[in-house]
Every structure is written in structure tokens, then in C-alpha cells.
């Protein structure tokens, strides 16, 4: 069906609604009349001619065969399909048999629904069409619906038929359904205020895809075929998959079966599905409602091919619970073994951010792929996604482990960027993400990306935010940049680019680069003050303090009901937790111990101000011990905290000395992958390369002894080093020119995948010359009657 008939059609059914039920429904709810009335009517068509078949098989099996459950089997192969009508009614009679009784036609209609097989009895209950028929009868409006989608000028069946006056009506292909059934979808929601809310993928996609999955491996398909969809929608890339490879006018014409497995959360969208299913013969109980996410419906399955156009940028929060607890991804499909930067392998999680669910979809392809042990030719999965799956996520985070697991498999074939406004419902940037898991050899080790954003034509009017397509010639260019894995350069503004990488070029090393702390110390009123209250309760126990004076030390219970109430005045909005400590004994008792120990360690300072924290807290340790101040480590480490702070010209803090020889620095050496005069670089400074000159000399049996500092977590900083590139060869060359003391964590190394079309395709446009621009200045100045040339004073 073409645009034209297309959006006739859809004007036809558009036109039901706006004459039949402007006044029974507000125009939001149109929707929930027409959407089934199609899918109805469209199933009705198809049974008319073998109606008297089935009827007769009826009476067989009741009257001769005496049959106390009908045989579901003899009724099939009577109606030809996989569904069936047992009550004597079809939608034409119903209509043409009604009287002035709304009763009788609500009964009719109802006998009509109960006599369908139980697979069209689920679509009738998804779309709750029932309570949909009463209405319509107590309005009065049932029989003027029946009579327009009976009309002999509407054709819903997959079938080309002549109108009264010998007019074509074309086919509606089950694609075509799904066109129908998303504009419906969109018109109803515009005039409801709403989003779709779905991306139907355009046919020209679809055909994309179909062709990028069966073309590279058409002469060698399996026997037995079958195509996955996890939120397949209407089933239009399910049947165009099908259609494409049975096409006995195309280039693959397959002879073998092909079996269609789909899931979609959608019940409108799933009964459109399931219906197109049982018109092409298929299996309807391959396709399942649900939640993809939540329940693992084809658990233990894998299939040949699968192609998908999977939700983007929409929350899977409600589904959390069934893929994690807590922290810890309790669903199979949504973690994976890979290694650490010491080769370590680990179970990691490949879960996405809980605002975008679609790398899940893509995972869970990933999980049902056919091994090289079931099938030779594998699995091939074909998906389309916004670009935040290119690049979205930290290393070590779900997204780069879902892009890593992908790539170090050498699963990914390619990615297509495909160009804006090619949907229907979004004008964001999508790309087609093509994996294998049985690449050919010149593949192995390689990706394709394919930059075909700017090759498209436009639409004479737009389809929602779809405003232009892919031509034929579009699709073949496409195909054979793909297909013979080129690469291209792009022509002007227009056309196709194509580049090929390495797998490990998308790859980076996370490094930690570190900078020692350096500390002064000094103790003062106020840093003293400061212990006094908990750093996270500060307001109010400055307030329960000032209020209540030392009391709060005694017995904090005595005010904590008016210490709360007084939260709750002031918003503070403390948690459980907080209000607990807040008014615990403890609490009050513990600031109380951290002031009375600075004022001890004061009387001994004064204020006297330290620029090497070392010497600091060694005299701190020494008049501890020798006073016998009570102060466990937790004591003495929130003072120090409190009365010291960064200052960029005091001295190295030290963390502790250690001392490397033997197998301890031969260990130590391999695990860094550096020589011994190289230790500093990674945070292990030879003892005498710190200490002066002087100290040296006395310090000679000090050899092997290395200093470790203290990291100053507000100077920490990281840098994405490529998989290719070496750490300490990048540190010495990139970051130790510019910060001397910095030294590599690592330790804390973490491996990250991402692919930016943005950084491989750009092209730089430079500057246009002054001179250029000047005289456009001095032509829009000769428009503008000497006004330009008044305020820039060029005269």
C-alpha cells in the first residue's frame, strides 16, 4: 500500500470516529472503539468465505461426532487459519439483520465475540472491547459503527477487492496494518495532548535491516529459521522479515521454515501483533505480552536472527526489582565475565542507567544468540538505538560493560547512523547497531562504522516528525558500503562516509592520577568550635546548643521533642537516622570528648602554626602518650581533621615509609610494569631523593626505604588513556610535564568502551577571512542607508 492509499485509509477510519462517536466519547477515547473495530474487522473479512465450512465442522463434531470439547484442529483447517468463528454470525450479518432493538444487536454482537478461538478471544479481552460494545449499544451508536466498517469502500483484509463502483481497494499487507495502526495511534494522542510514546519503524528501515541481516549469508541459510523480536510492536519487522526471505520474487527466495517469536508490553499493540500472526498463518503463542525485562519469557531459547526496535530514553525503574537487589543484578542476562586491567576475570554488571532502558533490549539478544555449536552460520541481531548507547556510561559502569562484553566478544559487525526526522515520533539521531557472533575472517577484529545521516530525500509532507526516507538507490548505496566493507569519504554535504576500526580502538584505560596532601595546622577558636558539632546535624545541634546551653551534654531526651518539632519547622527534613543520632545521648557526649581533647592539645601548641603536618601530628602523638590523654584513633583523627587544611605550600604529607628489596620489589616491579628508577611515577618515592641533602649522609643505611604520600582527593583526577597506548607512557608524556608531583593509581584502572561518530566523521570548516565577512558588512550597509557604517565610524 502506498503513502496515498495509506493515508485514505487512515482518513476513512478517522472519519468513523468524528461521525459516530463525537458525542459518546471524548476525542481521547476514540482510540479504544477504533483500534479494535480495525483489528476486528480485519479478522471477520478473513473468515466470511469459509464461515459455512466451519459451521458445518461444527455441526459434525457436535451432532455426529458427539464431541463434548470441540476439536480446535477440524475448525483451523475449516477456516483456514489458526483462529476460527463458531456463532453463526459475521459482522455483515449482524449489520444487515438488525432491527430498532439495541438489545438484540448488543446480543447478537456479544454471541458473535463468544464463538471466536480462545487466541482471538485474548485480543478481544486486551483491547476490552466488550465493555466497549455495551457502551456503544446504550448510546446508540453500535449499529452506525458496524455499518461503516462494513462498507464495501473499506478494505482491511490482506487481500486486493473491487469497491461497488469496480474500483481497486489495495491489499493492507500486515507492515501496512502496523502504518495504519501507528498514525491512528498518533492522531488520537495529538488530539489528546499526548506522545506516542512508540518509534514505528519506517518500511525503508525495516528493509534496511532485513537486508543488512540475510544478504551477507543468503546462500547459505538454515534449514529452520527463526527471528526474535523482544518489543516487537505490531510484528511489522517479524512479518517483513518473513516476507522478505519467502519472497519467491527476491533475491533469497528460502525454502526452508521460518518460525516468528516476539514480546511486547503494549496490549493494544500486542493484539494488532498477535493478530497479523494468526492471518499469516503463524504461531500466535510465539508472540507473549509482558514486560521484556521483568520475566525472561523465552528463557533457555536462542534463535537465528534477531532485529528489533527497542524503546530509548524511557525509564525500566519499575522493572528494577526483577533484574537487581539492591546493588547485586539477580537476572542472568544483565551480567557478565570480563577481566580486570590485572587480567583478573569477574562477574560484572550490564546494566544501564535506570532513566534508559534500551541497552537491555540489546543485552537480551545478546543472551538468546544461536552458538556456533547449534547452527554454523551463528546468530545476526540488527537494532536500532539513540546515540547515549554509543558513548553514555564511565568505565566500568553498565553501559561501557555492555559496549566492552560486545566488542572484546568481536560480536559487533557495524553501526549505522541513520538520518534525523526518519521516525515517525522522534527527530533525535537513531543508528543500527549489526552483530554477529560468526563474523567472516576479513571481519574478525574489526568494525564498520557508516555515517549515512546526510543520504536521504525528503517527503513532500511529513508523517509526524518523519520528513524524509530512504530512497531505493539510498538503501543499495548503503548496502554495498556494508557488504564490501569499504571505506568512503563523504562529498560535500551530502552522501555516505564510511570508516573501519580495530575493535580495540574504541577501548580506554581509566587512570587515576594522583597529588599528595599537603597540609598546615594551627589550632584556633573557631576550628575547635567546629568539633562541637556533627558535620551532617550541624544546624540543629548549633541551635539544640545556643538554645539549651550545656544541658545537652546531661540529658539531650529532655529536649528532644521540641528539638525535632523544631526541625520540622525549619524543613531540615532529617532522615530516621539522623533524627536518631541527633537525639542520642552518644552523640552529644562524643563532640563533648572531641572539644575538651583540642583544648588539651591547645594548651600544649598555643597557636603556633605548622606548615609540615608531619611534625604536627608526631608532637601530637608524643604529648597523647605522654599526658595519657584519652584519645582512641577516631578521637585523635576528628581533631586533627578539624584543625588542619590544604594549602598548596606546606609540606608533603607522608603516608608511611616502606622498605622494597628481594622478591617484595621484584613482585612489586612486575605487578607496575616498570623499572626500579621509575617507582616514583607510581607513587613509591626513594627515601633519599626527599630528605635533605644533610640527612642523606646520616642516613645511609636508609637504601631501598621509599616514601608513600597522602592523596588529596579534591586534586585526584583521571585520564582516558587509549587501549593501545601505554599508561606510563602516556603519564610521562602527557601529564607529568604538567604536574610534576602527580603519580598513576594503578590500582584503581578501569577499562571503558566508546564509539563517538561525532570525533571519527568531523570536518573541520575553517573561519571565513576577514575580508570575506567585511564585505558582506559593507553590502548589508549599502541596504541599510550608511547606518552600519555610522556605528562602526568607517567613515
Given at each position: 500500500m502506498n503513502h496515498s492509499s495509506h493515508n485514505k485509509l487512515v482518513s476513512f477510519i478517522w472519519s468513523i470516529a468524528d461521525d459516530c462517536l463525537r458525542d459518546v466519547y471524548v476525542r481521547g477515547k476514540y482510540r479504544d472503539v477504533i483500534l479494535p473495530m480495525v483489528v476486528l474487522r480485519r479478522l471477520d473479512a478473513l473468515l466470511e468465505p469459509t464461515k459455512d465450512a466451519v459451521l458445518e465442522e461444527l455441526a459434525f463434531q457436535r451432532d455426529e461426532a458427539k464431541f463434548t470439547e470441540w476439536d480446535e484442529t477440524g475448525l483451523r483447517e475449516a477456516s483456514n487459519y489458526v483462529f476460527y468463528n463458531t456463532s453463526k454470525?459475521?459482522?455483515?450479518?449482524?449489520?444487515?439483520?438488525?432491527?430498532?432493538?439495541?438489545?438484540?444487536?448488543?446480543?447478537?454482537?456479544?454471541?458473535?465475540?463468544?464463538?471466536?478461538?480462545?487466541?482471538?478471544?485474548?485480543?478481544?479481552?486486551?483491547?476490552?472491547?466488550?465493555?466497549?460494545?455495551?457502551?456503544?449499544?446504550?448510546?446508540?451508536?453500535?449499529?452506525?459503527?458496524?455499518?461503516?466498517?462494513?462498507?464495501?469502500?473499506?478494505?482491511?483484509?490482506?487481500?486486493?477487492?473491487?469497491?461497488?463502483?469496480g474500483r481497486k481497494l489495495p491489499a493492507l499487507s500486515n507492515l501496512g496494518m502496523g502504518?495504519?495502526?501507528?498514525?491512528?495511534?498518533?492522531?488520537?494522542?495529538?488530539?489528546?495532548?499526548?506522545?506516542?510514546?512508540?518509534?514505528?519503524?519506517?518500511?525503508?528501515?525495516?528493509?534496511?535491516?532485513?537486508?543488512?541481516?540475510?544478504?551477507?549469508?543468503?546462500?547459505?541459510?538454515?534449514?529452520?529459521?527463526?527471528?526474535?523480536?523482544?518489543?516487537?510492536?505490531?510484528?511489522?519487522?517479524?512479518?517483513?522479515?518473513?516476507?522478505?526471505?519467502?519472497?519467491?520474487?527476491?533475491?533469497?527466495?528460502?525454502?526452508?521454515?521460518?518460525?516468528?517469536?516476539?514480546?511486547?508490553?503494549?496490549?493494544?499493540?500486542?493484539?494488532?501483533?498477535?493478530?497479523?500472526?494468526?492471518?499469516?498463518?503463524?504461531?500466535?503463542?510465539?508472540?507473549?505480552?509482558?514486560?521484556?525485562?521483568?520475566?525472561?519469557?523465552?528463557?533457555?531459547?536462542?534463535?537465528?536472527f534477531m532485529l528489533s526496535n527497542p524503546?530509548?530514553?524511557?525509564?525500566?525503574?519499575?522493572?528494577?526489582?526483577?533484574?537487581?537487589?539492591?546493588?547485586?543484578v539477580i537476572d542472568p542476562?544483565?551480567?557478565?565475565?570480563?577481566?580486570?586491567?590485572?587480567?583478573?576475570?569477574?562477574?560484572?554488571?550490564?546494566?544501564?542507567?535506570?532513566?534508559?532502558?534500551?541497552?537491555?533490549?540489546?543485552?537480551?539478544?545478546?543472551?538468546k544468540m544461536k552458538p556456533l555449536t547449534q547452527s554454523p552460520t551463528g546468530t545476526r541481531i540488527a537494532s536500532v538505538h539513540n546515540g547515549s548507547s554509543l558513548f553514555t556510561g564511565d568505565a566500568g559502569g553498565g553501559e561501557s560493560n555492555i559496549r566492552r562484553y560486545i566488542i572484546e566478544n568481536d560480536w559487533l559487525e557495524a553501526i549505522v547512523q541513520l538520518p534525523n526526522n526518519l521516525f515517525y515520533n522522534t527527530g533525535i539521531t537513531t543508528y543500527i547497531w549489526i552483530l554477529s557472533n560468526n563474523k567472516p575472517e576479513h571481519r574478525q577484529g574489526k568494525v564498520q562504522l557508516i555515517d549515512a545521516g546526510e543520504l536521504y530525500r525528503k517527503l513532500r509532507k511529513n508523517l509526524g516528525n518523519k520528513n524524509c526516507e530512504f530512497a531505493p538507490e539510498h538503501i543499495d548505496e548503503i548496502l554495498e558500503v556494508y557488504t564490501e566493507m569499504k571505506v568512503a569519504e563523504r562529498e560535500g554535504d551530502s552522501g555516505i562516509a564510511a570508516q573501519?576500526?580495530?575493535?580495540?580502538?574504541?577501548?580506554?584505560?581509566?587512570?587515576?592520577?594522583?597529588?599528595?596532601?599537603?597540609?598546615?595546622?594551627?589550632?584556633?577558636?573557631?576550628?575547635?568550635?567546629?568539633?562541637?558539632?556533627?558535620?551532617?546535624?550541624?544546624?540543629?545541634?548549633?541551635?539544640?546548643?545556643?538554645?539549651?546551653?550545656?544541658?545537652?551534654?546531661?540529658?539531650?531526651?529532655?529536649h528532644a521533642e521540641e528539638l525535632l518539632e523544631w526541625c520540622e519547622q525549619n524543613d531540615l527534613n532529617l532522615s530516621a537516622a539522623n533524627k536518631k543520632k541527633l537525639t542520642k545521648k552518644e552523640t552529644w557526649k562524643k563532640h563533648q570528648h572531641h572539644i575538651k581533647l583540642a583544648k588539651q592539645l591547645e594548651a600544649h601548641f598555643g597557636n603556633t602554626l605548622?606548615?609540615?603536618?608531619?611534625?604536627?601530628?608526631?608532637?601530637?602523638?608524643?604529648?597523647?602518650?605522654k599526658e595519657k590523654l584519652n584519645a582512641s584513633a577516631s578521637d585523635k583523627k576528628a581533631v586533627l581533621n578539624a584543625v588542619s587544611w590544604y594549602d598548596a605550600d606546606a609540606e608533603k604529607v607522608i603516608k608511611k615509609k616502606v622498605k622494597l628489596t628481594g622478591d617484595k620489589l621484584q613482585n612489586l616491579l612486575?605487578?607496575?610494569?616498570?623499572?626500579?628508577?621509575?617507582?616514583?611515577?607510581?607513587?613509591?618515592?626513594?627515601?633519599?631523593?626527599?630528605i635533605a641533602k644533610e640527612e642523606r649522609l646520616k642516613q645511609s643505611h636508609q637504601k631501598n626505604l621509599y616514601i608513600t604520600y597522602e592523596t588529596e582527593s579534591d586534586l585526584r583526577d583521571t585520564e582516558n588513556v587509549p587501549l593501545k597506548d601505554n599508561i606510563h607512557s602516556y603519564f610521562k608524556r602527557e601529564v607529568q610535564p604538567h604536574v610534576e608531583e602527580a603519580w598513576i593509581n594503578l590500582d584503581n584502572t578501569k577499562i571503558g568502551y566508546e564509539i563517538s561518530f561525532n570525533k571519527y566523521f568531523y570536518k573541520?570548516?575553517?573561519?571565513?577571512?576577514?575580508?570575506?565577512?567585511?564585505?558582506d558588512i559593507l553590502e548589508l550597509e549599502k541596504q541599510s542607508d550608511g547606518l552600519i557604517t555610522e556605528i562602526l565610524q568607517l567613515t
Open positions: 454470525w459475521t459482522l455483515q450479518k449482524i449489520k444487515d439483520t438488525a432491527t430498532n432493538s439495541t438489545q438484540i444487536l448488543q446480543a447478537n454482537f456479544e454471541d458473535y465475540l463468544n464463538g471466536f478461538s480462545p487466541n482471538v478471544k485474548e485480543i478481544v479481552e486486551k483491547f476490552k472491547l466488550r465493555s466497549q460494545v455495551r457502551h456503544m449499544a446504550s448510546k446508540d451508536v453500535l449499529l452506525d459503527v458496524l455499518e461503516k466498517f462494513t462498507s464495501p469502500y473499506i478494505n482491511l483484509t490482506p487481500y486486493e477487492k473491487e469497491d461497488p463502483e502504518y495504519v495502526f501507528e498514525e491512528l495511534i498518533r492522531k488520537f494522542n495529538e488530539e489528546n495532548n499526548e506522545e506516542a510514546g512508540e518509534h514505528f519503524t519506517p518500511r525503508e528501515v525495516i528493509e534496511l535491516m532485513t537486508h543488512i541481516i540475510f544478504d551477507p549469508i543468503k546462500d547459505h541459510l538454515p534449514p529452520v529459521m527463526t527471528i526474535y523480536d523482544p518489543a516487537c510492536g505490531s510484528g511489522g519487522m517479524l512479518t517483513e522479515s518473513q516476507n522478505f526471505i519467502k519472497d519467491e520474487e527476491g533475491t533469497i527466495r528460502a525454502m526452508g521454515d521460518v518460525y516468528l517469536f516476539g514480546k511486547e508490553i503494549n496490549d493494544e499493540t500486542y493484539a494488532i501483533c498477535k493478530s497479523d500472526m494468526m492471518i499469516k498463518g503463524n504461531n500466535p503463542e510465539n508472540i507473549r505480552v509482558g514486560s521484556t525485562l521483568s520475566t525472561d519469557e523465552f528463557a533457555g531459547t536462542t534463535f537465528d524503546p530509548y530514553g524511557k525509564s525500566w525503574s519499575s522493572e528494577q526489582k526483577y533484574i537487581k537487589d539492591g546493588k547485586d542476562r544483565f551480567k557478565v565475565m570480563l577481566s580486570d586491567y590485572w587480567g583478573v576475570e569477574e562477574e560484572v554488571d550490564a546494566t544501564p542507567r535506570s532513566s534508559d532502558g534500551q541497552l537491555l533490549f540489546l543485552m537480551e539478544m545478546v543472551s573501519i576500526f580495530d575493535n580495540e580502538d574504541f577501548g580506554y584505560y581509566k587512570v587515576t592520577i594522583e597529588r599528595p596532601k599537603r597540609l598546615k595546622a594551627q589550632f584556633t577558636p573557631e576550628r575547635i568550635e567546629s568539633l562541637r558539632y556533627d558535620k551532617y546535624l550541624e544546624e540543629p545541634m548549633r541551635y539544640a546548643y545556643e538554645t539549651y546551653g550545656e544541658s545537652v551534654y546531661d540529658d539531650i531526651s529532655v605548622y606548615t609540615d603536618y608531619n611534625a604536627f601530628e608526631k608532637e601530637v602523638n608524643d604529648i597523647i602518650k612486575i605487578h607496575l610494569g616498570c623499572k626500579e628508577e621509575d617507582l616514583a611515577d607510581f607513587g613509591y618515592f626513594p627515601y633519599e631523593s626527599v573541520h570548516t575553517p573561519l571565513r577571512s576577514i575580508e570575506a565577512v567585511t564585505q
